[in-house]
């Protein structure tokens, strides 16, 4: 990925104080946490920052108003994003230092599902890009991707033959998504499709962008198999549009301190879980 141009607003934003406890403070506060929810999820539905912050639709609605005019955010069709600019670089950056260490150990072994001669269906998720470190010593490989972070990741690997997925472009992702990108899928056959999601609840994925679950789901239709990447904290978040029940993937890759409530459910519902050790 290039590197950002220096914009400052973001840190300036973030690191901005004021005195007691105030209504200014507390709204403030509030802002930067809303913020810091796009950054960490990529976009989020408006109507659920009113659950998350116990907010109203129209307070929802005049924080993000104002972030959209600090040039800190992007709002349409009910949902906000990083603004097109640098801070999407950020917000991509700051995505994946989230978790590391535990997007690190799921991806080192999720790595152990890949042979030689596979080809691959990888997403657009930074727990999947986590996945780039181990592919050259599992080359030769064919790899499918609508992820352009991926694919700048992997141009120079040997031995790695890489498919870019095309359609449109969506900034906040660093991806391509849409009718054009879902077209070439359906063209297209692979062995195995790597696949991480914003939430889990009651035994299903879900994700807070339809467009993104509709291209993921056409990955997912046309590869052999499907393993999902998931770490400890999506089990406590939530998220709109649903993508698959957990059944339907062939493995279930989360790491160890996930709660043992969670495992012990889907694996009681049937889910094949892995658990990835933290080093």
């Known amino acids: 990925m290039t590197q950002p141009v220096q914009d400052n607003s973001l840190e300036r934003f973030m690191s901005?104080?004021?005195p007691g406890d105030s209504r200014q403070a507390r709204q403030l506060a509030r802002r930067q946490l809303i913020v810091e929810a796009v950054m960490t999820e990529g976009a989020v539905r408006i109507e659920d920052l009113t659950g998350?912050?116990?907010?109203?639709?129209?307070t929802a609605h005049r924080d993000i108003d104002d972030l959209v005019e600090r040039g800190l955010l992007h709002k349409t069709r009910g949902v906000v994003s990083a603004a097109p600019t640098s801070?999407?670089?950020?917000?991509?950056?700051?995505?994946?230092?989230r978790q590391q260490t535990e997007k690190q150990a799921i991806a080192s072994h999720a790595a152990a599902w890949i042979e030689p001669g596979q080809s691959l269906f990888l997403?657009?998720?930074?727990?999947?890009?986590?996945?780039?470190?181990?592919?050259?010593a599992k080359a030769p490989l064919t790899v499918i991707t609508n992820s352009l972070t991926l694919m700048n990741s992997l141009k120079d690997a040997r031995d790695i033959t890489l498919l870019g997925?095309?359609?449109?472009?969506?900034?906040?992702?660093?991806?391509?998504?849409?009718?054009m990108t879902r077209s070439a899928i359906a063209g297209l056959r692979a062995d195995c499709f790597f696949v991480s999601?914003?939430?889990?609840?009651?035994?299903?994925?879900?994700?807070?962008?339809?467009?993104?679950?509709?291209?993921?789901?056409?990955?997912?239709?046309?590869?052999e198999r499907r393993?999902?990447?998931?770490?400890?904290?999506?089990?406590?978040?939530r998220a709109l549009y649903?993508?698959?029940?957990?059944?339907?993937?062939?493995?279930?890759?989360v790491n160890q301190g996930i709660a043992i409530p969670a495992l012990r459910r889907m694996q009681e519902e049937g889910v094949k879980v892995e658990v990835a050790p933290l080093r």
């Open 16 to 18: 901005e104080r004021l």
């Open 52 to 58: 998350r912050f116990g907010i109203s639709l129209m």
């Open 87 to 97: 801070l999407v670089e950020s917000s991509d950056l700051y995505r994946a230092t």
């Open 123 to 136: 997403d657009d998720s930074t727990t999947v890009l986590q996945l780039a470190r181990y592919l050259p």
């Open 165 to 179: 997925l095309g359609g449109q472009y969506h900034n906040w992702c660093n991806a391509y998504m849409g009718q």
């Open 197 to 223: 999601m914003s939430a889990i609840m009651d035994g299903q994925v879900f994700h807070q962008s339809a467009e993104t679950v509709e291209t993921k789901r056409a990955m997912f239709d046309a590869a």
């Open 227 to 237: 393993i999902l990447l998931a770490d400890h904290t999506k089990f406590e978040r």
């Open 242 to 253: 649903s993508f698959a029940r957990l059944t339907e993937f062939d493995a279930v890759i």
